[in-house]
């Protein structure tokens, strides 16, 4: 019976309420930072980090006091915790957990060395000032052992029911049938290689083609392995939200399909995004403000037993449990994905930077295997979790919605600004636009950021949260995050443009800065993600070249990479090249050919279709041009920033209905994860090759890749542009008995190159 010392304590010891405020606490990073600085103050014979184990009650405990003191009179033991701003922000409860760690390493200090009594000492560092608050206390070896006694009573109870679950779960999974009588053409295949790399824990880079069962395919393989590689966890990881719909569906058919009499006792829970799953957002999580924030840990156990009990966990059942305890349901999910065997989230769960389900991993050392699926997405998601901007703009709006105390914080930001915009502004920009891209951050923005950071810190501890101050607050900490990592992996630039006022009658004009920090290469932020996992397994469709993921992803030495055969024939469909240039040049002249091929289609083989372009701009272009030569069409148009309800209403037209002519955008949420079988969906016309504007940004990017990898061109456009091509192709065919047409409009489809990152079978 083994637990982490911190992992104790966040179960057995917390009391009271939920303490987050709407004011940021320090990142993973700078608590690292807070904790080095204070143990480089100590005197000599001082050791950090320092390792303590021990039992009680048949409990192994192992974990690392932040200090350790031998040669003190009396000997101390001390654990630092870092914190912004006003001590005040930590809460009652946090303070108790707090001392309840320090206490657990302080009994397990007297247990090792048979000492009587132990100094504690629990210090809090102000990670900006580097101000330091000391509590201490004297305490003897039987007050500690009592407490420390009391903590593990609590968690034996339930470590004892989890190793009864976890015995159950590891023997069903050993019995684990598939839910089918037999596996589709070429599945077995892919659950195979899944499993091989599981057993010999590596890296798994899987294309496997649209329609295969490539979820159920991978998930099947995946239970398999746990109790062989005594995995303790797996993490089923999406880029968007539409792919949870067949994880889910996947799993509830692996578990329906147990061998035994009862349902396969494995837990499984839906990872949310707070702002779905909050019944309060206009309130912090906190008990003073919100209700269900309210006696949160004190109602948690009730409530953490019923989960474990319901096992099957997803968003609408984690809401319902939540409502029957008075606590808040995002916040339940956060605590069950620390006690369920399969994980259902975003990618950001486990590749950001302050990622839940990495945290956990590293805390409780598991054995991990995430899944991550549409994997072809993970580079651009990782890049977007690195990059940041700060506006001039965002600035200005926050300085009016300022206190007066605040001012001076304003002034100085802004001076700092125009020094910048002075610093890189030019006489031939003629008022255009300008980007400049920078070898470093500025430090001196930098620095007025910091005191930007202290000021709104502190005011926002004591007073009402203004959101203006609020948002250019966690804008400002993200940014200056990224800058303290900065490095090759990522570009600085800023950027100028022209804006217009008027003072004292007359008309001013001047410049207003934009400063971002880009993540071009993810792989050397998110390496570590990979090495900490027992084996993980990327699959997509397009996962072609592996040279291109490799790189960027920064994947494991021993990856493997493993293309799985079609089970379609080419015969399934009809792959036409009507050679006509959609380049941004002739996008007018394209539109005649593209109406008249897809009415004599239309007209010939009635049905529902699909039309991807490149930009809503191309599309509603189409769409009226449709509209005019061809009015009896009826047209469904996708448009910008549909509702997640809207984007399903734009589905649910082609499964209920036939005869539909959609236009939707290339490299949408309608472009890949979703499923439209047999005459649901008949045939796809793809305008263009998808590629990315060309800018000054993707100028850069190309360089930055060309100089690390030598196909910057190449890894900035074609590939990314090819991947959106085929998997838009891929909503045709999804089912050994699916037939239809499939259109690549742009003549520059024929080239060879191209030709050969097309799907093989679709010629073969």
Request: hydrophobic residues 40%.
């Amino acid at each position: 019976m083994k637990v982490a010392v911190r992992s104790l304590c966040e179960f057995a010891a917390r009391t009271g309420s939920l303490e987050y405020r709407y004011t940021p606490s320090p990142s993973a990073e700078e608590g690292i930072a807070g904790h080095q600085w204070a143990q480089s103050q100590r005197p000599a014979g001082y050791q950090a980090e320092y390792l303590l184990e021990g039992a009680c009650l048949g409990v192994q405990l192992r974990g690392r006091a932040d200090g350790y003191h031998a040669e003190a009179m009396p000997v101390y033991l001390e654990e630092i915790k870092t914190h912004r701003g006003d001590l005040s922000r930590i809460g009652a409860g946090q303070h108790r957990l707090h001392w309840a760690q320090l206490k657990v390493y302080g009994a397990l200090l007297c247990q090792r060395d048979g000492l009587e009594e132990v100094k504690l000492r629990l210090v809090y560092v102000d990670i900006s000032s580097h101000q330091e608050t000391v509590e201490q206390a004297c305490m003897t070896r039987a007050e500690l052992m009592a407490e420390l006694e009391a903590l593990c009573r609590r968690f034996k109870a339930w470590h004892r029911q989890e190793q009864q679950h976890r015995g159950e779960r590891d023997q069903a999974l050993q019995q684990l049938r598939f839910p089918f009588a037999g596996f589709r053409p070429h599945q077995r295949s892919l659950s195979e290689t899944v499993y091989k790399a599981a057993s010999t824990r590596r890296t798994l880079l899987l294309e496997a083609p649209t329609g295969l069962g490539k979820t159920l395919g991978v998930l099947f393989p995946a239970l398999m392995a746990m109790p062989a590689q005594q995995l303790d966890r797996l993490f089923v990881l999406t880029a968007r939200t539409t792919g949870r719909e067949p994880v889910l569906a996947s799993l509830q058919q692996l578990v329906d399909s147990s061998s035994s009499a009862s349902p396969l006792p494995l837990r499984i829970v839906e990872l949310t995004a707070k702002e779905k799953a909050c019944e309060y957002p206009d309130r912090a999580c906190h008990g003073d403000s919100c209700p269900l924030a309210s006696g949160f840990f004190d109602r948690l156990p009730a409530a953490r037993e019923a989960a474990a009990q319901a096992r099957w966990l997803t968003r609408q059942r984690l809401q319902q449990l939540a409502a029957e305890h008075a606590i808040c349901p995002y916040y339940l999910g956060q605590e069950m994905a620390r006690w369920s065997d399969v994980v259902v989230g975003d990618v950001n769960h486990y590749f950001d930077r302050q990622a839940l389900l990495y945290g956990l991993t590293r805390q409780n050392r598991w054995r991990v295997m995430p899944l991550v699926d549409e994997a072809h997405n993970l580079v651009d998601r990782a890049r977007g979790m690195y990059s940041a901007r700060l506006r001039q703009a965002d600035v200005s709006i926050a300085k009016r919605a300022a206190p007066k105390s605040l001012a001076p914080t304003f002034e100085a930001l802004q001076r700092t600004w125009r020094r910048l915009i002075k610093t890189y502004d030019s006489e031939q920009a003629n008022g255009e636009p300008l980007t400049r891209y920078l070898e470093e951050v500025p430090g001196e923005l930098n620095r007025a950021l910091q005191r930007l950071v202290n000021d709104l810190t502190a005011y926002m501890t004591e007073h009402a949260v203004v959101p203006e101050l609020q948002t250019l607050l966690f804008d400002a900490l993200g940014f200056m995050r990224l800058a303290d990592d900065f490095g090759e992996h990522s570009l600085c630039s800023v950027t100028l443009v022209s804006r217009q006022s008027r003072q004292g009658g007359r008309a001013r004009r001047g410049r207003l800065a934009t400063l971002a920090i880009d993540n071009v290469v993810p792989g050397d932020l998110i390496a570590e993600r990979f090495k900490a996992a027992h084996a993980c397994v990327l699959f997509s469709a397009t996962l072609t070249p592996t040279r291109f993921y490799r790189d960027l992803l920064s994947l494991p030495p021993r990856t493997v990479a493993q293309t799985i055969a079609s089970p379609f024939r080419a015969a399934q469909v009809e792959v036409r090249y009507p050679r006509i240039s959609t380049r941004y040049r002739d996008r007018d002249r394209s539109l005649a050919p593209i109406a008249q091929r897809v009415s004599r289609q239309y007209a010939a083989q009635p049905g529902n279709y699909l039309i991807y372009l490149s930009s809503f701009a191309y599309l509603q272009r189409l769409q009226h041009h449709l509209a005019a030569v061809a009015p009896s069409l009826p047209l469904h148009a996708q448009q910008a920033g549909m509702r997640e309800a809207e984007r399903e209403a734009f589905i649910e037209v082609f499964r209920r209905q036939r005869g539909v002519v959609g236009l939707a955008m290339l490299g949408g949420v309608f472009a890949e994860g979703i499923d439209l079988p047999g005459d649901a969906l008949v045939g796809v016309y793809i305008a263009t090759l998808g590629l990315p504007p060309f800018g000054h940004f993707k100028q850069a990017q190309a360089a930055r890749l060309q100089a690390r990898f030598g196909q910057g061109d190449d890894d900035t456009y074609l590939y990314p542009g090819l991947q959106k091509v085929v998997q838009a192709a891929g909503r045709v065919i999804r089912s050994p008995d699916d037939n239809g047409l499939i259109e690549l409009l742009d003549d520059r489809f024929t080239a060879p190159k191209l030709q050969a990152l097309l799907p093989g079978w679709w010629k073969a």
